[in-house]
């Protein structure tokens, strides 16, 4: 059947950013368009954010529901004062020690920022890439970025300009790739409570709920780690959705012990399954990939190896559950939503 919300007819090109290329980038974004764009995170679909038809076209790219509120990108703390209404001087501490860098913070927003943007919210959620052409790219374009996650809604997120290619190919007209991301998991998502004197955490990232707990009293919302119920209202709408998984079926398998996992993984050896496992496990029969042994590996391969599983022609994965402290809850959170938390306890 064809898929009418494709754009067919745009010819998508990938290009290593240089003077040129991000002139055209900003040139595009000024008209309205989507351009692919690397972060230190993951890749991002971006546009002008104070230009709701542009916007608009992101979710279209991504076939997003309309009510998940897109990031917005700034290079300086002027885009964050144009853009929202009130700064809690927390804010602005936190912004001194992490930006440019993976920390999202929620304000209330001007209306300046269209509602399309705030996904009908009366917040705004801002965030300082640390990419140094993407920083040049927002200053180029004199107005803060809209970016989301940079795939089809639903599947792993990028990043690599080839996993962005993959999902957007004939959707966008340009992919400015600036190689593999560093970190490899989105940004940690935080809002201010108590009058904007504590923090509490939406979405763990690599910036962790003990480093931000230096500044100020900090809490993680309960939908980090929990599926929140089918009417619940939740404070991030993206909560809601079945995240970041390959066609491949997923689930997690929490145990201390090697050989419980290998006789497990050997009971499923049926030529679909496969085992994602930290990397030094013995006695496993059935093809393995090993998504790192430490934390930050495990974060910045996850969404790789996911979508290796589909390139392997997997049918099922059983992927060995991560630490729950540390940046290991970042890797935990986007694993419980690819897994549709499916959890196996050996
Ligand atoms: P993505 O753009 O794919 O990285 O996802 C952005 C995440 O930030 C989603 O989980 C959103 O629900 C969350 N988010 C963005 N804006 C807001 C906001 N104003 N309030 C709460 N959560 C937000
Ligand atoms: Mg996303």
């Not at 690397?38 to 542009?54: F, K, Q, R, S």
């Not at 763990?204 to 009417?231: C, H, Q, W, Y």
């Not at 998984?245 to 050896?269: C, M, V, Y």
Request: contains cysteine; neutral net charge; glycine residues 8%.
């Amino acid at each position: 059947m064809i898929n009418r919300d494709k754009v067919t007819f745009l010819k998508t090109e990938i290009k290593k950013p240089s003077y040129e290329v991000l002139c055209e980038a900003a040139e595009l974004i000024k008209k309205g368009e989507v351009v692919a764009i690397p972060t230190e995170t993951v890749y991002g679909l971006a546009a002008d954010a104070y230009n709701p038809e542009a916007c608009e076209k992101i979710f279209k790219a991504k076939g997003r529901p309309q009510d998940n509120p897109l990031i917005i990108h700034i290079c300086d703390l002027d885009m964050l004062k144009n853009s929202v209404k009130e700064i809690p001087p927390l804010a602005l501490t936190l912004a001194e020690h992490f930006w440019s860098g993976s920390l999202t913070m929620i304000f209330p927003k001007k209306d300046i920022v269209p509602d399309t943007t705030s996904g009908g919210l009366d917040t705004v959620a801002v965030r300082m890439p640390d990419n140094e052409d993407t920083l040049n790219l927002i200053k180029m374009c004199g107005v803060p970025l809209a970016a989301p996650s940079a795939n089809l809604s639903g599947s792993p997120s990028p990043t690599t300009a080839q996993h962005v290619y993959a999902d957007m190919n004939g959707r966008i007209p340009l992919i400015i790739d600036g190689g593999e991301c560093k970190n490899g998991v989105e940004s940690t998502v935080i809002c201010f409570t108590d009058g904007g004197t504590g923090i509490k955490v939406l979405r763990p990232g690599v910036i962790t709920a003990e480093m931000l707990s230096r500044f100020a009293k900090t809490e993680t919302d309960k939908n980090v780690f929990a599926k929140p119920d089918e009417n619940e209202k939740v404070i991030s709408p993206g909560a809601k959705y079945k995240h970041y998984s390959p066609r491949a079926d997923i689930t997690i398998i929490e145990t201390d012990s090697d050989g419980k996992l290998a006789e497990f993984l050997n009971s499923k050896n049926d030529g679909g399954t496969y085992g994602v496992i930290f990397g030094g496990e013995k006695g496993i029969e059935v093809p393995t990939i090993s998504y790192g042994s430490t934390a930050q590996e495990q974060a910045h391969n996850l969404f790789a190896v996911l979508r290796k599983t589909d390139e392997l022609g997997a049918k099922r994965a059983y992927v060995r559950c991560p630490e729950k402290t540390g940046v290991g809850t970042a890797v935990y959170n986007r694993l419980l939503r690819a897994a549709a938390f499916k959890t196996i306890i050996l």
